[in-house]
């Protein structure tokens, strides 16, 4: 089974991902969260440093064909990008059998909060008012998955 955790931006994926790990039901699978993978790839120190020296879409493009790998292996848990969920990658895990995404619900105040907080995120730069609306627009397509509750 290969399980997905979804979520705006500073939901806290990674967190959730690294609590998992440390439960011993899930002894027999492999950890991934996507933004660690494209930092080991590109040798980066941060997402924003990476995205400032490749550009967003070809991040975008990066992080699909790591995807892509990471969903040949089985047995996997992958803490995903934030926006990591286009149309054609929605509809294949929505449709998929043995792919179950969990949609990590954590309010925009605590999202921004935790942005904000990290500094580090280079969406920040965009603005309070764009990531809300970024959130607005991602909302419908995270509640099609099943919907876990932040702590």
Same mark, same amino acid.
């Not at 149309?87 to 954590?106: A, G, M, Q, R, W």
């Given at each position: ?8 931006? *500073?939901?806290? #994926?990674?967190?959730?991902? +690294? ?20 930092? #080991? ?5 941060? =997402? $924003? ?17 790591? @995807? +892509?790998?990471? @969903?040949?292996?089985? +047995?996997?848990?992958?803490?995903? *990008? *934030?926006?990591?969920? !286009?149309?054609? !990658?929605?509809? &294949? &895990?929505?449709?998929?059998?043995? =792919? ?5 619900? $954590?309010? =925009? %105040? ?15 730069? %965009? *603005?309070?008012? &764009?990531?809300? +609306? ?6 419908? =397509? ?8 932040? !702590?």
């Amino acid at each position: 089974m290969k399980y997905l955790i979804c979520g705006f931006s *500073g939901a806290g #994926k990674s967190s959730l991902l +690294n609590k998992i790990k440390n439960d011993s039901q899930y002894k027999e699978y492999e950890f991934y969260d996507l933004d660690s993978e494209l930092l #080991k790839i590109f040798k980066k120190d941060s =997402i $924003t440093e990476l995205v400032e020296s490749i550009g967003w879409e070809e991040f975008r493009q990066a992080e699909q064909e790591t @995807l +892509n790998l990471l @969903l040949q292996k089985s +047995n996997i848990w992958i803490a995903l *990008g *934030g926006g990591s969920l !286009n149309e054609k !990658n929605v509809d &294949f &895990f929505y449709e998929s059998k043995d =792919i179950k995404v969990l949609f990590l619900d $954590t309010p =925009i %105040e605590v999202c921004l909060e935790r942005i904000k907080a990290a500094g580090d995120r280079p969406l920040l730069a %965009e *603005g309070e008012d &764009f990531l809300r +609306n970024l959130y607005k627009s991602r909302l419908p =397509i995270y509640t099609r998955f099943e919907r876990i509750l932040s !702590n």
